[in-house]
């Protein structure tokens, strides 16, 4: 079997029809805001207008979607009283981040 075959055949992961994973991902983080309330839950919990206020008084609307969204996925959490906070998920993908961030860095300097 191909890995084109094999990919065919795997099971469609919650709104992909491809059933890759790395673009389920990828579409999630690349909504508006969301990487922006992960990076301001890295520390500590926040409560829902604390979190608006951290990340420049985006919409409450907005706010509550993209929760929604990281909640459903597994990477945010509310946690009484706290507020809302990164889980384990979060915090492993904040450690895979960090090389793509170096990465990120190197490019920026070289296409000035």
């Known amino acids: ?3 084109r075959q094999a ?6 992961v919650r709104g992909s029809r491809t ?7 990828l579409d999630l ?18 409560g829902f207008r604390a979190l608006q ?4 008084d985006l919409s409450p609307s907005v ?10 996925a597994g990477i945010v959490e509310l946690s009484e009283p706290e507020g809302y906070r990164a889980t384990a998920l979060a ?3 904040g450690d895979i981040l960090i090389p793509l961030d170096q990465w990120a860095k ?7």
């Open 1 to 3: 079997m191909t890995i």
């Open 7 to 12: 990919s065919r055949k795997s099971r469609a």
């Open 19 to 25: 059933g890759r994973p790395l673009m389920v991902l």
């Open 29 to 46: 983080l690349g909504r508006r805001w969301a990487l922006r309330i992960l990076w301001e839950l890295r520390n500590d919990p926040l």
């Open 53 to 56: 206020t951290a990340c420049g």
């Open 63 to 72: 706010l509550n979607a993209r929760l929604r969204e990281l909640r459903e």
């Open 91 to 93: 915090e492993e993908l």
């Open 106 to 112: 190197r490019w920026a300097r070289r296409t000035r």
